[in-house]
Every structure is written in structure tokens, then in C-alpha cells.
């Protein structure tokens, strides 16, 4: 699996969009960009994933570049719930992929 | 949407004693579960795959012989921390793949097991 790179921490204020980067300069044509979060003492939570298309459901937006070495998760309209630690994960789609976590973006919302 | 389960959430046991951790996938099957360890302020690290009916495949410089993995049926993978010493003590958390959601990766809500 590629290697992804995140800043350790971010604080973003209550009611504003949350901007998480990621870098995945090593990512190759067959593997999707994953995020989970994990909010404390909890088991991680699956956001969002995409391949080379901006990705959106009800939980996040993820806008991936053109070529592929960048991403960044959006949450439109932060809340307290919010503060967790986000991943951001590359890997393959296929068969029961195995996934490997780094340390990720502690983000903390602020009232 | 799919769940996972653990059982028990936490669990406080005496040094030398074992402990069991159930992962159940309670609205699907599933053939793989994994388990992941987590210390405080670290991150998710793999331990083991469990394959129903076959035996575990376990990550380097984890004891296969310590970290007992069971995959008795499609619903049912169970992690057996034998002979528990006090640097077992950690946040254990088993994932279960959905088929039918892209193989999507759905996560138990962790089990704290505490050895004194």
C-alpha cells in the first residue's frame, strides 16, 4: 500500500468547513483513497473513499487531484462531534484488503 | 448499515490469565476479520487476519502462540490473549470486510482489556 502523509493536528472552528490534506505522491493507477475517523475509545468510522473523482455522501466531500498524489477531506459543517483522529488511507478495492493506518490528523473543533 | 460487534467492551484480568475477545459481524458474513491492537495515543496496528475455517495469518512480531484467533463460523472470530501480562493491556479492535459494499472495512467498537 502506498504511504500517505497528514498533518498531526488541525482546530477548526464550530460551524465552519474542515479541510483535512493528505498526500499520496506514491499512489499507483489501481489503488482508491480511503478515510476513516475514530473518535476516542471508539473503533475507527468509514467517511469516504474515491479513485480519481470528487466523492461526496452525507458525511463528507473528498476532492482528489488530477494527479492523484493529494487529497482532501471536507466537512462541510463542522461539529463538537467532529473532533476525532481522520486517516487517510490508500490501498486496493479488491479481495479483503487488509488496512493499515497511520497516525493521522487529530482534528479538534472548536465552540 | 452493517455492524460489527465485540464482547466484552472492557476487561480487567490478573496477570497469567487468559482473556477472550469475541468479534461478531451480526447483519453479514464474513469469510476474513482482522484485529487490530491500539496503545494509547498511537495508532491502529494490525495483528492478524482470521480466515473462517483456516488458520489465522498473523503480522510480523506478533505471537501467534500468545494471540490465539479462532474463526469458528461466517459471523464469529474470537482473540484469546493466553498467559496476560500487564504490556497486553490495550485497546483491541476487529474489522470484518462487506462484499457488497466494495469489500468496505466495518469496525467493532473495540474491546479495553486491562491486566493487573
Known amino acids: 500500500d502506498a504511504k500517505t502523509t497528514q498533518p498531526t493536528s488541525m482546530d477548526c472552528a464550530e460551524g465552519r468547513a474542515a479541510n483535512l490534506p493528505c498526500n499520496h505522491s506514491?499512489?499507483?493507477?489501481?489503488?482508491?483513497v480511503y478515510w476513516y475517523r475514530q473518535i476516542h475509545s471508539q473503533g475507527p468510522q468509514y467517511i469516504i473513499h474515491?479513485?480519481?473523482n470528487n466523492e461526496t455522501n452525507e458525511m463528507a466531500s473528498l476532492i482528489i487531484t488530477e494527479d492523484r498524489k493529494s487529497s482532501t477531506l471536507i466537512l462541510p459543517h463542522a461539529t463538537l462531534r467532529d473532533t476525532a483522529v481522520y486517516y487517510c488511507?490508500?490501498?486496493?478495492?479488491?479481495?479483503?484488503?487488509?488496512?493499515?493506518f497511520g497516525i493521522g490528523t487529530k482534528l479538534q473543533v472548536i465552540p | 448499515g452493517a455492524v460489527v460487534s465485540q464482547h466484552p467492551s472492557w476487561v480487567i484480568c490478573k496477570s497469567g490469565t487468559s482473556v477472550k475477545i469475541e468479534c461478531r459481524s451480526l447483519?453479514?458474513?464474513?469469510?476474513?476479520m482482522f484485529w487490530y491492537r491500539q496503545f494509547p495515543k498511537q495508532s491502529l496496528m494490525l495483528m492478524a487476519t482470521?480466515?473462517?475455517?483456516?488458520?489465522?495469518?498473523?503480522e510480523q512480531g506478533v505471537e501467534k502462540d500468545k494471540f490465539l484467533i479462532n474463526h469458528a463460523s461466517l459471523t464469529l472470530s474470537t482473540l484469546t490473549v493466553t498467559s496476560a501480562h500487564p504490556e497486553d493491556s490495550s485497546f483491541y479492535i476487529c474489522?470484518?470486510?462487506?462484499?457488497?459494499?466494495?469489500?468496505?472495512?466495518?469496525f467493532g467498537p473495540g474491546t479495553r482489556l486491562t491486566v493487573l
Open positions: 506514491t499512489i499507483s493507477g489501481n489503488e482508491y
Open positions: 488511507i490508500v490501498r486496493g478495492a479488491g479481495g479483503y484488503q487488509k488496512v493499515t
Open positions: 447483519d453479514f458474513q464474513a469469510t476474513t
Open positions: 482470521s480466515n473462517e475455517g483456516s488458520k489465522a495469518t498473523y
Open positions: 474489522s470484518a470486510p462487506l462484499s457488497r459494499r466494495y469489500n468496505e472495512q466495518f
Open positions: 474515491g479513485l480519481k
